[in-house]
């Protein structure tokens, strides 16, 4: 068994590793760049491999930096089984429709702009493409042992990111591939923690924050709240760039669990998303995956979903009504790094507001909006207009999708023998770190993925 790495192997987008094994060519995730204009051009980019050469794929999890690219994989020649978490094989229709709705928008935004001589703007794919993916998804439930092809099983392991979310167990050759996908941090809220791994004989591991340790998840609850409390008190509005899927339902579950004593009935809250209903719908079908936490609330309390102040706005209109509100709004939009969606407009409509409050939740990667505002940027440029950033923003670190240094080095020491380990998926700041800290405690040299290198299992 070989492992050709094609992708996330020094940057934390773009998810993309090839397996050798059995006389056959899997692929793990088929992500999306995502960041910078000039490392998003690279998702256009030939495959370094031949797609039609593939005879499976195989997804960790339905965020768009580790499915992003599979309908451009299937336009390029890619005729394989997708292999999927029963969970994650729903959301990723509603992510790569939502996805290609997207592209071809932006397409269309800059056609209009288009100077005579200037060449046709295309989308990465469309949603015809999408469709024709999505004919090829064969779900899987977790736990379960599966030939995918002759002579190569797999099984999917909850890891605790977002629903539906696995790492990846891979047998062939007489040999076991261990797939991290992304970790969750235990105790995250609705989601199971991430399942314990027996044994490998290669782990690939995500390190997405291999230098860090997350704040004290109750005491960022208790700031979130302060936040809010805040932000009501100055008479303005709350935006919160958050990914449809995962940072979104988190949020709401806070809210309902602490509908009292934040005072939640007071607020106008909106999940402004086109696909916000179809998510939670995934979310109610599934509830069997959550954890016993969850369960109680939805006893007790409002239920995260059906908060009788929440409105879904579908349609553009319903989300540009929101602009009409002058205080009282939380509104939750994505994208999480505020690099694309919905949250741009309200960006545009509000950041000039020194009552408005941002809340960033979530990692926000190099090159995008949302890095650029943690960092302090004074200026935001949003549809070719400059938009200057009044807004008070905060960043609430502790509500992270993934684990943190310490979790990530739990996870990996729970497997019998501490076999050889590569870092994937993460920038080289942090996987150094993180492989300075194993070595110390594990006694073994931890490899940092390049594009380009290939391991023997």
């Not at 990465?124 to 993916?133: F, G, N, P």
């Not at 797999?154 to 696995?166: C, E, K, N, T």
């Not at 939805?298 to 579908?314: A, H, I, S, V, Y």
Request: overall charge negative.
């Amino acid at each position: 068994m070989k492992v050709h790495f094609r992708g996330a192997a020094g940057e934390v987008t773009g998810s993309l590793h090839e397996v050798e094994a059995a006389g056959r060519r899997v692929l793990l995730d088929c992500g999306m760049i995502q960041g910078s204009p000039e490392g998003e051009r690279r998702n256009a980019d030939p495959f370094p491999f031949d797609a039609a050469a593939l005879d499976a794929l195989v997804i960790s999890h339905a965020h768009i930096d580790h499915i992003g690219r599979v309908p451009l994989l299937v336009r390029r020649g890619f005729r394989g089984a997708i292999h999927a978490q029963t969970a994650t094989a729903e959301l990723m229709r509603i992510m790569l429709l939502d996805s290609a709705h997207i592209a071809e928008s932006e397409a269309e935004r800059s056609n209009r702009r288009r100077g005579r001589d200037e060449p046709e703007a295309l989308p990465l794919y469309t949603q015809t493409d999408v469709e024709a993916a999505m004919a090829l998804v064969r779900p899987l439930p977790y736990d379960q042992r599966s030939e995918i092809l002759p002579g190569v099983e797999i099984a999917f392991r909850d890891a605790g990111h977002i629903l539906g979310s696995a790492a990846v167990e891979v047998w062939a050759d007489g040999r076991k591939l261990v797939f991290s996908g992304d970790l969750g941090p235990k105790g995250t809220p609705i989601l199971r923690d991430p399942a314990r791994i027996d044994s490998a004989d290669l782990v690939l591991m995500e390190s997405t924050y291999g230098d860090r340790l997350h704040r004290d998840r109750a005491e960022t609850i208790r700031e979130l709240g302060r936040i809010l409390d805040q932000a009501w008190n100055d008479g303005g509005n709350v935006l919160i760039p958050a990914f449809a899927v995962g940072r979104s339902q988190e949020l709401l579950y806070w809210f309902a669990k602490h509908w009292d004593e934040w005072q939640m009935a007071r607020w106008k809250i909106f999940l402004d998303s086109p696909m916000a209903a179809k998510v939670v719908a995934v979310y109610d079908r599934h509830a069997g995956l959550f954890d016993e936490d969850a369960q109680q609330v939805w006893r007790d309390k409002p239920n995260p979903f059906r908060l009788p102040n929440l409105q879904l706005t579908e349609s553009s209109e319903d989300s540009i009504a929101i602009n009409r509100i002058e205080r009282g709004a939380i509104v939750i939009a994505g994208s999480g790094m505020a690099n694309a969606g919905r949250i741009l407009h309200h960006f545009r409509h509000r950041l000039d507001n020194p009552k408005t409050r941002v809340v960033f939740v979530g990692y926000q990667a190099e090159g995008t909006l949302g890095r650029r505002m943690v960092d302090g940027a004074q200026w935001a440029r949003i549809h070719g207009r400059d938009v200057r950033v009044n807004a008070q923003r905060h960043t609430v670190g502790g509500l992270s999708a993934h684990t943190d240094q310490r979790g990530l080095m739990d996870w990996y020491g729970a497997i019998a023998g501490h076999p050889p380990l590569t870092l994937v998926h993460s920038e080289d700041k942090a996987r150094e770190a993180l492989a300075g800290e194993i070595g110390e405690r594990y006694g073994i040299k931890a490899a940092l993925a390049r594009p380009g290198m290939t391991l023997e299992v």
